[in-house]
């Protein structure tokens, strides 16, 4: 789980750590959550060129989990 303390938020920590996270990554693909209700999290993830791949529902009451996807280039 990645959270950002409020104070630090739009900074573009995130972005980093989630770009250091992809550089350990040893697929071609990428997948990431975040609630329907993270916005936030959605643009920052629609930034870094994710794209959406479906849902999980009965995680969290009445806010769906989206999953998010990135091929990652490994040449």
């Known amino acids: 789980m990645l959270m ?3 104070d630090y938020r739009g900074n ?3 972005e980093h ?3 250091g996270l992809e550089e350990l990554c040893d ?9 329907l209700s993270n916005h936030r ?7 870094l060129g994710y794209r959406p791949a ?5 995680l969290d ?3 769906p989990e ?3 996807v990135r091929d990652i280039d490994r040449t």
């Open 4 to 6: 950002v303390h409020a």
């Open 12 to 14: 573009r920590i995130g």
């Open 17 to 19: 750590i989630l770009r």
């Open 27 to 35: 697929t071609s693909k990428f997948y990431v959550t975040t609630n």
């Open 41 to 47: 999290m959605q643009r920052v993830l629609s930034r």
């Open 54 to 58: 479906g849902y999980i529902h009965e």
């Open 61 to 63: 009451p009445d806010d």
């Open 66 to 68: 989206m999953v998010f």
